[in-house]
């Protein structure tokens, strides 16, 4: 009963996960657009380096974004370096100028997107995204913001805001604004990213779907994504042929594997609330960057949990929050901007994330943590 009444509270901040059997599909998916990309003797090489003649980027990396274009229904793909970030300041540098004003959620902002509103010097209007009808009275009559910026996953424990719906009202009533997705810690694990609600562009991390470190993807038209491959136009800026083709490889694996790590975050959660360990007062699901379980403690003895836990074979610090490196369970801090929301969590949560593990493993050294 006690599960049951806080699965209810958060119920719907959280965002659905593919089941493996969907999660399988997908994987199929993005095989088959592989195939219309690449002969076979194409997909076996590492690729080419370099700024190629006919592309001006390297060849394989052209027939990998072509694939990931023709995945998620987009116009154009590129990747890009510096990851996450580096995907969202090349798409809002390439579609605002400094002074200009776009939306965002009145909610913390994440650490590197804050940083990047200020280098850029955009200007910021908040709007409720979990308010449609405030969303919709903002869009209207404010004709002066450009871009309506929304991030995918969770920026605060509260959010409920769907992100179709959203996206939905905002065309339906300005068709002209240009709407950017951060889907990062959502793509290939829910069921769609912000291009294939109606956004115009989507944004996220190679690392957080298992590939290379530094590789950013952003999807979306055409005209704006010309835009900036013609801007990067030096060959230390490609994205080189086979850092292409170890992302597009991980890419197929990350579905299964995300669904089998959702399903133990229900879990872990599920255990927890039904007093599995002692000295836990709640633990809910979130979409806190990645789907985790957010655990807050009877006791402010957070970060000394997080400290022995190290020792009990857990990860402590993420290295991309759900990359090709982490395979321990993760009990960590809870998010910035969650902090920033709710300052009690920095001393009563943890944030717990079983990666590759199974719930059993990540009890037994939460267990052991808070007992010692």
């Known amino acids: 009963m006690v599960y049951d009444s806080i699965r ?4 719907d901040s959280v965002l659905p996960s593919l089941t493996i059997e969907e999660a399988q599909n997908l994987q199929f998916k993005l095989v ?3 195939s219309k990309h690449f002969t076979g003797d194409q997909f076996l090489s590492m690729g080419d380096l370099g700024v190629a003649p006919r592309y001006k980027k390297p060849e394989q990396t052209e027939r990998v974004e072509c694939a990931i274009a023709d995945f998620f229904g987009a116009g154009k793909t ?13 798409i809002v540098s390439t579609l605002l100028s400094a002074g200009e004003t776009m939306f965002i959620h009145t909610a913390p902002v994440y650490t590197t997107t804050k940083d990047t509103i200020k280098m850029l010097g955009i200007q910021t209007k908040a709007v409720d995204f979990n308010d449609l009808k405030a969303v919709e009275k903002a869009v209207v009559d404010d004709q002066v913001c450009k871009l309506f910026y929304v991030q995918h996953a969770r920026q605060q424990p509260t959010d409920t805001y769907d992100l179709r719906a959203l996206i939905e009202t905002v065309k339906g009533v300005r068709p002209d604004l240009q709407v950017v997705v951060d889907d990062n810690y959502c793509a290939m694990k829910t069921h769609g990213i912000g291009i294939e609600y109606g956004a115009d562009y989507s944004t996220f991390s190679g690392f957080k779907i298992l590939g290379p470190e530094g590789i950013g993807v952003i999807a979306g038209k ?3 994504i010309n835009t900036l491959q013609e801007r990067n136009y030096s060959g230390g800026g490609q994205v080189q042929g086979h850092e292409a083709m170890e992302l597009l490889r991980m890419m197929t694996f990350a579905p299964v ?3 089998i790590q959702n399903a133990q975050v229900e879990e872990v959660c599920k255990q927890l609330n039904e007093g599995a360990i002692e000295g836990i007062e709640s633990a809910y699901m979130t979409n806190a960057q990645s789907k985790n379980v957010i655990v807050e403690l009877k006791d402010p003895i957070a970060q000394e949990v997080i400290k022995r836990s190290n020792s009990l074979g857990a990860a402590t610090h993420p290295v991309g929050a759900e990359s090709k490196y982490e395979i321990v369970p993760m ?11 709710q300052p009690r969590l920095e001393k009563y949560g943890l944030r717990i994330n079983p990666m590759k593990s199974g719930a059993r493993t990540v009890l037994n050294i939460l267990e052991k ?4």
């Open 8 to 11: 209810l509270k958060y119920a």
């Open 32 to 34: 088959g657009s592989m």
């Open 78 to 90: 590129a990747l890009v370096r510096g990851a996450g970030t580096g995907a969202i300041r090349i």
């Open 222 to 224: 055409e005209e704006a």
């Open 257 to 259: 594997s995300l669904a």
């Open 331 to 341: 009990i960590y801090r809870v998010s910035g901007s969650f902090i920033e929301a």
């Open 369 to 372: 943590a808070i007992k010692s």
